[in-house]
């Protein structure tokens, strides 16, 4: 065997040895450059194939009360359409990967199945403490989106921060989120009723069960547009909160891995910048209001 003198020989030293024992030296380093850059592309050839493999298809699901960005097609009761699959779709299906957006149940039901691994994207989910623990988050975020206190028209109320919406009872989807700062806000001080339709939460408000509805404006703006009710709401300014909407991988997901990550984030970042995501929004939105 070999010792580490022999392998790290000076050209002093070199020499001094025999013509034969110079070339069998020089042979074996090159052998063992060889094996070296052999067993690397046989690694790399290994891990990209894997990943060829784990990722075919991705699974994705979302929040199906989120239009024009996301909701259930009507045509197709187990699928999810909208600004965010069409997005998605142009971003991964040139990589030759299948995409399916499936319609899985509530909001809640979602952050269940990518906190258990059982889905390999979620489209659209704002950052919170507890969700960077079992997903991870794609920059630039999709859009930007802000959260209005809906109320019905003509009882309206004074509203200029949080503090305004205490005392009063509002309503949302379950397991929704706003944005950090006001989720700790909303726990600690306001009485907010959580149910599994937003339609449900605007009856309520009609009944005057709740004083409120806290739901984005470009979602609440679609949905009131479709059920006839543009008129019958208002949302108060300003708003609660503006947070970035994100694409995110579940941390259990055989499709995360770093390249594909960085890939699906550069070819967002490009769409982002030339304004496809508001192209998109247009269409669906009349997709959506149309669609009665």
């Given at each position: 065997?070999?010792?580490?003198?022999?392998?790290?020989?000076?050209?002093?030293?070199?020499?001094?040895?025999?013509?034969?024992?110079?070339?069998?030296?020089?042979?074996?380093?090159?052998?063992?450059?060889?094996?070296?850059?052999?067993?690397?592309?046989?690694?790399?050839?290994?891990?990209?194939?894997?990943?060829?493999?784990?990722?075919?298809?991705?699974?994705?699901?979302?929040?199906?009360e989120y239009?024009?960005?996301?909701?259930?097609?009507?045509?197709?009761?187990?699928?999810?359409?909208?600004?965010v699959?069409?997005?998605?779709?142009?971003?991964?299906?040139?990589?030759?990967?299948?995409?399916?957006v499936?319609?899985?149940?509530?909001?809640?039901?979602?952050?269940h199945?990518?906190?258990?691994?059982?889905?390999?994207?979620?489209a659209?989910?704002?950052m919170t403490?507890?969700?960077?623990?079992?997903?991870?988050?794609?920059?630039?975020?999709?859009?930007?989106?802000?959260?209005?206190?809906?109320?019905p028209?003509?009882?309206e109320?004074?509203?200029?921060h949080?503090?305004?919406?205490?005392?009063?009872?509002?309503?949302?989807?379950i397991?929704n989120?706003?944005?950090?700062?006001?989720?700790?806000?909303?726990?600690?001080?306001?009485?907010?009723?959580?149910?599994?339709?937003?339609?449900?939460?605007?009856?309520?408000?009609?009944?005057?069960?709740?004083d409120?509805?806290?739901?984005?404006?470009?979602?609440?703006?679609?949905?009131?547009?479709?059920?006839?009710?543009?008129?019958?709401?208002?949302?108060?300014?300003?708003?609660?909160?503006?947070?970035?909407?994100?694409?995110?991988?579940?941390k259990?997901?055989?499709?995360?891995?770093?390249?594909?990550?960085?890939?699906?984030?550069?070819?967002?970042?490009?769409?982002?910048?030339?304004?496809?995501?508001?192209?998109?929004?247009?269409?669906y939105n009349?997709?959506?209001?149309?669609?009665?």
């Amino acid at each position: 065997m070999l010792n580490h003198r022999a392998i790290c020989l000076k050209s002093r030293d070199m020499a001094a040895l025999p013509v034969l024992a110079v070339r069998m030296y020089l042979l074996i380093k090159h052998l063992i450059a060889l094996i070296c850059s052999s067993a690397m592309l046989l690694v790399l050839m290994l891990s990209t194939a894997s990943a060829e493999n784990r990722c075919k298809t991705l699974v994705v699901s979302g929040n199906p009360e989120y239009p024009p960005l996301l909701w259930q097609d009507r045509d197709a009761p187990d699928t999810l359409i909208g600004v965010v699959p069409a997005l998605l779709k142009e971003i991964v299906e040139p990589m030759g990967i299948i995409v399916e957006v499936r319609h899985v149940g509530s909001w809640a039901r979602v952050q269940h199945l990518a906190r258990a691994g059982e889905l390999d994207m979620v489209a659209g989910a704002f950052m919170t403490t507890e969700r960077f623990g079992y997903m991870d988050y794609i920059l630039p975020p999709i859009l930007q989106l802000p959260t209005s206190v809906w109320v019905p028209a003509g009882q309206e109320f004074l509203y200029r921060h949080w503090p305004d919406l205490l005392g009063k009872t509002g309503s949302t989807l379950i397991g929704n989120s706003f944005g950090q700062n006001f989720d700790r806000y909303a726990e600690e001080n306001l009485n907010i009723v959580p149910v599994r339709s937003i339609r449900q939460s605007f009856l309520m408000a009609q009944a005057k069960r709740v004083d409120y509805v806290l739901y984005e404006k470009l979602q609440g703006q679609a949905k009131l547009a479709r059920e006839g009710k543009a008129g019958q709401f208002t949302a108060l300014d300003p708003p609660v909160s503006s947070e970035g909407l994100f694409f995110t991988f579940p941390k259990q997901s055989p499709c995360n891995n770093y390249d594909f990550r960085e890939a699906v984030a550069d070819t967002l970042y490009k769409l982002v910048q030339s304004g496809r995501v508001e192209e998109l929004i247009a269409e669906y939105n009349d997709l959506y209001v149309q669609r009665n």
